[in-house]
Each structure stands twice: as structure tokens, then as C-alpha cells.
T-cell receptor, first 109, second 113 residues
């Protein structure tokens, strides 16, 4: 089975950039890469998504490798509110989200 | 605009029983997806509905089923509950496409004794 792997946990100092990596064992040319994050006792919330090229929004940036088998979520200046579990997701075919294992981000004051 | 709501928030059942969970999407959203979240398996896709039709499903046994009504509200049903079905069940809604942002509800915590 195709797997999406992420480090179990990462730490960052407040106001410093954070790079969260993700690897896909298999990804097709039409699969989108999404990132969501989940705070305790809440459902996941959208962060960013992309297909082939790098993407930016007000929350983060997404860098996608040329072969698309890896991507990196970049939080430019981590805040305490960014502490959460971050999920990298491959949308397989259509309408089917395959979640990665998730990275628990700890932000140190 | 009201968010995705799920009812009930907590549920306790015993093995062999069946359960129905409900999800009300954001107004105007026509796609509803269901996920199971457990500590061991993480977040796993169950199925997705659009305009009352199931468009895709994950790798779950037939005991897990769902439906969507004409107002886009959705229900999922689990029959013959097993201990391993204890999980947080999350519902997400989006406008229509896989590239549209999914908005998740708070989930229903199901405990099977």
C-alpha cells in the first residue's frame, strides 16, 4: 500500500521558521498534496494545498519536489498557537484523502 | 456561517449493537466525507458523498455504511459493533471538488464496550 510518512514530532523556537517534511511512497500525476493541522479536541483545519509548483498563502508555504514524492510545509514564524499535529495528505484519484502519520509540532517560548 | 456539526458528540455502545452518527455540513456544501481516527491507525478515509451518491470509499468492511440526504446532511451507520470500532469519527464538508477546502466537524467519540 502507498504510504505517506512524516516525522513523529518536531520542536521549534517561537518566531523561528519551521520546515515540516512529508514523503509519499507513491503519488500519481493528478494527486494533490494537502496539509491540515489538528489542535487538541478539534477536527483538522486546512493549511495549504498544491499540485506541482510551490504555493504560498497567509498561513504557510508549500514546497513540492520535482518528482512530487516529497513536500515541505514551511511556517515562516512559528507562534505558540501553531503547536498542533500537522498532517500531510494525498488526495488519491478523486475525493479520497489519504492522511499521513502526522507530525506533532511543539513550539518553545 | 455555522460550521460542520456532528451529533451526538459522545456515544457508548456494547459489542454487537449498531450505531448511527449524523453530520450537518456547512450551508451550500454538497460534498461530505467521513473519517475514522484512532491512536493506532491515525486518520483513515471511510467514504465521501456528493449529491446523495457515494463517489469513493476507503478500505473498511461492509459493516460501515453511509448515506446522504437531499439537503446534504449525511449519516453513517456501523452495524455489529466490535471493540476495535472505538474511535473518533470525523465528518468534513466541502463545496464539491477534492481541491476545495474541507471543513471538519468536532467529531463523535464512539466507545464500544
Amino acid at each position: 500500500d502507498a504510504k505517506t510518512t512524516q516525522p513523529n514530532s518536531m520542536e521549534s523556537n517561537e518566531e523561528e521558521p519551521v520546515h515540516l517534511p512529508c514523503n509519499h511512497s507513491t503519488i500519481s500525476g493528478t494527486d494533490y498534496i494537502h496539509w491540515y493541522r489538528q489542535l487538541p479536541s478539534q477536527g483538522p483545519e486546512y493549511v495549504i494545498h498544491g499540485l506541482t509548483s510551490n504555493v504560498n498563502n497567509r498561513m504557510a508555504s508549500l514546497a513540492i519536489a520535482e518528482d512530487r514524492k516529497s513536500s515541505t510545509l514551511i511556517l515562516h514564524r512559528a507562534t505558540l498557537r501553531d503547536a498542533a499535529v500537522y498532517y500531510c495528505i494525498r488526495s488519491s484519484g478523486t475525493y479520497k484523502y489519504i492522511f499521513g502519520t502526522g507530525t506533532r509540532l511543539k513550539v518553545l517560548a | 456561517k455555522a460550521g460542520v456539526t456532528q451529533t451526538p458528540r459522545y456515544l457508548i455502545k456494547t459489542r454487537g449493537q449498531q450505531v448511527t452518527l449524523s453530520c450537518s455540513p456547512i450551508s451550500g456544501h454538497r460534498s461530505v466525507s467521513w473519517y475514522q481516527q484512532t491512536p493506532g491507525q491515525g486518520l483513515q478515509f471511510l467514504f465521501e458523498y456528493f449529491s446523495e451518491t457515494q463517489r469513493n470509499k476507503g478500505n473498511f468492511p461492509g459493516r460501515f455504511s453511509g448515506r446522504q440526504f437531499s439537503n446534504s446532511r449525511s449519516e453513517m451507520n456501523v452495524s455489529t459493533l466490535e471493540l476495535g470500532d472505538s474511535a473518533l469519527y470525523l465528518c468534513a464538508s466541502s463545496l464539491a471538488s477534492v481541491t476545495d477546502t474541507q471543513y471538519f466537524g468536532p467529531g463523535t467519540r464512539l466507545t464500544v464496550l
